[in-house]
């Protein structure tokens, strides 16, 4: 009759760290997985050693040895969780021998301040020795060189204190010790030499820990089937008190639960080992029948089995791990916010974007926005505006900004994006559309970009180098001043105000296209008030501008122009937000209400 022992296996920390036998971690194709039933049978047998210490009884080797009969003649076979996977590898330094490392200094010497001896004279008078000719060069020498020195004191009881000291500190020394001398009336000492000097540390090695990741609340079965005369009552009660006591399994840091159970419930293996390797299947150590207990309580570093590719008592059996589930995007749909006219999203960096590199950032999110849309209506990631059809191209005019026939949309109605600046840096980019809310489309098209970061660099070999990281903003942060519904009379510019005319020819002010003229046009044009006072804010500065795909070729500075810095004061208030010239729907020509100056 046979006989089944089911065991039950937990990791509460999610990890199992283990490495097969005679492999090398850097080189490990597969990891231990399943558990190794060597490495059972070895726990159980140095737990069993724990137990009798702790029970106080006599060792009753006889039965370590009915206990290790029993797991080596017996089979096993596994249920492994599905949703195990391997992890990736880490890597650390850990400490090895304790060793004496040589100084790495030029004379490979150290010089240390030791008490010298005072000796008898020829009169029995106390002095200090003088230095030989051989010690002057030697002194002369650690001048020239530069020469780390050690200064040694010795205290009443003995005991010794060692303290590096450059040569500069060491000379700060001799002027203390010359005021001491003057105090004591005699020499306190002198430099001497100690020719194999060295600091005693620990060695390192780079050691890489593999691992598997396994759910802490899913558990590793063992099946193991022996023979029914081996495992009575007595002995599977000798395998609990043994179980009862193994803490880690593996490495030190795998924490581990394991007890034995007597059903599996609808549990089955779903791994069983053979002898023959095929095709996708991975080595398992596990012990012989004939395994004797020196063979199982061999010490890893032992001459007899360190040398061994398989210990002596093992041998090698083949797994074949269950398919892991087919693993599938989990789509997380964003929260629809309904009335949403203002998106946020926090601006992250390494190297910070650039003042005139703003257009840049709105144009490239822009697409992605555009992208991710045409996505979400067709199902087609290669779908493009021009390849969709008319009802879609319909569907994203707002958000484009311009209708199925590819003609600009009246009355600024479309989707903005802009860039609030604090201090003179980019910290927050703002999706705003006045006319109607984001539907949850839109919501989620925008947010999809968001995940990716976006390069704010020209266009060119470095182009995806400099690149920003964009956090959606809540509910709960408040809308920048100016998206609010606050009135006000006075605005400054938050970026560069570019006109959408050139205003200067052969270096002069075109007449009637001045900055001031052209904005007081501008604000009659969008309604925002019949007339305004502009006062120009420092000198001009060059910036990238937005240009259309279909004036590409047209472009004489690659894109950039003329900005300026302004202050609007109207003589009534008004709401914003406001937003006026060249690319303004792309982050230029931005303001912000700031209080009416005296």
């Known amino acids: 009759m046979m006989s089944v022992v089911i065991l039950r296996q937990e990791f509460p920390l999610g990890r199992f760290h283990a490495t097969p036998w005679r492999v090398n971690p850097f080189d490990d194709p597969y990891g231990e997985w399943p558990p190794s039933p060597w490495r059972l049978v070895r726990a159980v047998t140095a737990r069993w050693y724990q137990w009798v210490r702790e029970a106080e009884m006599d060792p009753d080797l006889g039965k370590l040895e009915k206990l290790q009969r029993a797991l080596c ?6 249920y492994l969780p599905p949703e195990a996977r391997k992890g990736n590898s880490l890597r650390q330094y850990q400490p090895t021998e304790l060793r004496m490392d040589a100084p790495n200094w030029r004379d490979r010497g150290v010089f240390v301040r030791t008490p010298k001896v005072p000796k008898k004279g020829k009169k029995g008078q106390q002095g200090e020795k003088e230095l030989s000719e051989d010690e002057k060069k030697i002194e002369e020498r650690v001048k020239k060189l530069g020469i780390k020195r050690l200064s040694l004191t010795i205290d009443d009881d003995g005991k010794w204190t060692v303290e590096v000291k450059t040569l500069k500190q060491a000379a700060r020394d001799e002027a203390s ?20 000097a060295g600091i005693r540390s620990y060695g390192t090695s780079l050691v890489q820990d593999n691992y598997w ?47 034995p159970v007597e059903q599996s419930g609808e549990i089955k293996a779903n791994c069983k080992l053979t002898e ?11 012990p012989c029948a004939e395994a004797t207990p020196e063979d199982i309580e061999c010490t890893t570093d032992d001459p007899s089995a360190a040398k061994q590719t398989v210990p002596p008592g093992a041998r090698w059996l083949y797994a074949k791990r269950p398919d892991p589930p087919a693993s599938r995007e989990c789509r997380r749909v964003p929260e629809h916010r309904p009335d949403c ?20 950032l709105t144009a490239r999110f822009r697409g992605a926005v555009i992208r991710e849309l045409l996505l979400l209506k067709t199902k087609d990631a290669s ?47 703002l999706v705003w559309r006045g006319s109607r809310a984001f539907d949850a489309e839109e919501q989620e098209a925008i947010l999809l970009a968001a995940k990716r970061d976006v390069s704010w660099a020209a266009a060119g070999p470095d182009s995806d180098e400099w690149k920003v990281r964009l956090v959606p903003l809540d509910r709960a942060v408040p809308p920048p001043p100016g998206f609010d519904g606050q009135p006000s009379k006075v605005w400054e510019s938050v970026t560069l105000y ?24 501008e604000v009659r044009k969008r309604e925002i008030a019949q ?49 006026l010239g060249h690319s303004s729907s792309f982050g230029l020509g931005l303001f912000r209400p700031v209080e009416e100056p005296r």
């Not at 010359?178 to 002198?190: A, K, Y």
């Not at 008190?241 to 803490?247: A, H, P």
């Not at 021009?386 to 026939?405: C, F, H, L, P, Q």
């Not at 205003?503 to 075109?510: A, D, E, T």
């Open 73 to 78: 003649s017996s089979r096993y076979s596994f």
């Open 177 to 196: 010790i010359s005021r001491l001398e003057n105090i004591l009336g005699h020499p306190t000492g002198g430099w001497q030499r100690i020719a194999d």
């Open 213 to 259: 990741c396994v759910p802490p609340e899913a558990s590793v079965w063992w099946f193991i089937e022996g023979n029914d005369c081996d495992w009575d009552e007595g002995l599977k009660s000798v395998l609990a008190n043994c179980l009862e006591r193994i803490t880690y399994f593996g490495r030190a840091e795998t924490l581990t639960r394991i007890r």
């Open 276 to 286: 023959q390797r095929t095709a996708g299947t991975v080595p398992v150590l596990v």
């Open 341 to 360: 006219h203002l998106m946020q999203f926090a601006i992250g960096w390494n190297v910070a974007p650039e003042r005139r590199a703003i257009v840049r």
């Open 383 to 429: 779908s493009s505006w021009t390849k969709t059809s008319r009802d879609v191209r319909e569907s994203v005019a707002d958000m484009i900004g311009k209708n199925a026939d590819g003609e600009p949309l009246n009355g600024h109605c479309h989707t903005e994006f802009l860039v609030w600046c604090e201090d003179g840096q980019p910290t927050r980019l």
């Open 498 to 521: 570019v006109p959408p005319r050139h205003y200067l020819r052969s270096g002069k002010v075109r007449a009637g296209e001045s900055i001031a003229e052209q904005i007081c046009r």
């Open 531 to 579: 007339d305004v006072q502009v006062d120009l804010l420092g000198t001009p500065q060059w910036v990238a501008v937005h240009v259309p795909p279909r004036k590409a070729t047209e472009r004489t500075f690659i894109g950039d122009r003329r900005g300026q810095m302004v202050r609007l004061q109207f003589t009534t208030p008004v709401v914003g937000p406001i937003r």
